[in-house]
């Protein structure tokens, strides 16, 4: 007995791996994947005491048919007993398959056991260390692809509160013309350019960018460009706007020919005031110029994305003396406008000018309802951030707690 108790102390490790032996899995069930599009099973069961990497589980599965027949097991896959574990933020709390701890393993189709929507299959657990195994009771699931997502669901609730949102400013705006907006000082300034051509008795140069009217930077230039087309018409200043792309060209005649007609100068109207030249982005380049150095403008609108003939177009306009205000998101290029510009609209404040220069309350609501998101959003990072931290420091359940909790809405 003395002997028996010594080799138990000295051998602490064989004296702990005692008491664990292989023993099958409690509450294993099969059940179909949620949240997916059909074609796989899910399964999960609790942990068991002892787990480690040497148990290894094999999942094996079967075809069911009618009357509880069950058909050949095939095995799908192999992996340790001490992984496949549900995680925080696998999940949201509202759509678990398991509680966190648990087991969970996924089974999709595969070649070597397809599988098919609306049949019936079988699933067991075989843990096995060495020689010894344990098996599973058998549990049945059907695949079946869902309508909804229902782990996607947070992101449904804060389209509609942002929709929400967007709709009271709107609202808001309607009731209240005079709604504050912060001052863009280049958009200020688009009256005194107006007002210099008209004085000067010379031309203002507008000028889309370099897309097409499927990028927004360009769509953004072209209902500026209904707006500055507004002032010139109550001016009588000339408008020049040089394309090269002819649909862009198309576009702009059209919101050029109704910014005349809302400003009650139909007749003032002109035809040639938007012109194709060449879709070559440097004889483009070359064209324009030689319009600043010949007809010299007053004022120059540099909208929309451009790329490397920025610079070249700008220089020539400073060195003519222009007023130049330009403005895109094309952040490579905003250095060579703000050094050779007037002024420049920087990313956001592209798509902001037109609802800046109109006031128009759906325009004006929209803004304002795109700010109070991006107010809640930072909102949500700061409170982030900080339970984050207090997770780190602080080690408290209920700390750990909320935290998971805020995660399920990521």
């Known amino acids: 007995m003395i002997q028996l108790l010594l080799l138990l ?24 994947t949620p949240n997916d599009a059909g074609k796989s099973i899910s399964l999960v069961w609790k942990p068991s005491p002892g787990e480690n990497k040497d148990w290894k589980v094999q999942v094996w599965m079967a075809e069911s048919g009618a009357g509880g027949a069950i058909g050949e097991f095939k095995k799908v896959m192999e992996f340790p007993s001490n992984t496949r574990y549900l995680k925080p933020g696998d999940f949201p709390w509202w759509a678990q398959p398991a509680a966190k701890g648990d087991h969970y393993v996924k089974v999709p189709f595969s ?7 609306g049949k019936p299959y079988a699933a067991k657990l ?14 049945e699931a059907i695949p079946e692809p869902n309508w909804f997502n229902l782990a996607q669901a947070n992101n449904l609730m804060f389209v509609v509160a942002f929709t929400g949102v967007l709709l009271a400013s709107i609202r808001a705006a309607r009731r209240n013309p005079h709604v504050y907006l912060r001052r863009i000082a280049g958009l200020d300034a688009v009256e005194e350019a107006i007002g210099r051509s008209t004085e000067m008795g010379r031309p203002i140069l507008y000028l889309t960018g370099a897309g097409d009217m499927g990028e927004l930077p360009t769509i953004a230039a072209t209902v500026i460009l209904g707006e500055v087309a507004k002032r010139v ?17 198309a576009v702009c005649q059209e919101v050029v020919k109704e910014a ?19 879709s070559d982005q440097f004889s483009y380049t070359a064209a324009v110029d030689g319009i600043m150095l010949r007809e010299k403008p007053a ?4 909208m ?51 609802a800046y220069l109109s006031r128009e309350p759906v325009l004006v609501g929209t803004l304002r309802g795109q700010d109070v998101g991006k107010a809640l959003i930072m909102a949500a990072l700061v409170l982030g951030t900080t339970l ?20 399920d809405f990521k």
């Open 260 to 278: 005349y007609v809302e400003a009650g100068r139909p007749d003032a109207y002109r035809e040639d005031s938007n012109f194709f030249i060449t």
């Open 304 to 354: 929309g994305s451009y790329f490397a003939e920025s610079l070249l177009l700008t220089e020539t306009g400073a060195s003519t003396g222009a007023i130049q205000i330009a403005g895109t998101d094309s952040d490579h290029q905003l250095p060579f406008f703000v050094t050779t510009c007037d002024y420049t609209l920087i990313g956001e404040e592209l798509y902001a000018a037109s």
């Open 233 to 249: 018409a109550h001016y009588d200043t000339t408008l020049k706007v040089p394309h090269r792309d002819p649909i862009v060209m």
């Open 299 to 302: 004022a120059n609108f540099f």
């Open 126 to 139: 075989v843990i096995r260390e060495g020689d010894q195994e344990v098996a599973s009771p058998v549990s």
């Open 9 to 32: 102390l000295l051998t602490p490790g064989a004296a702990l791996a005692a008491p664990f032996s292989l023993s099958p899995p409690e509450q294993f069930r099969a059940l179909d």
């Open 111 to 117: 070649a070597a056991f397809p599988l098919e929507d």
């Open 388 to 407: 984050a931290t207090l997770g780190v420091l602080v080690q408290t359940d209920a700390v750990n707690y909320v935290l998971d909790l805020f995660k």
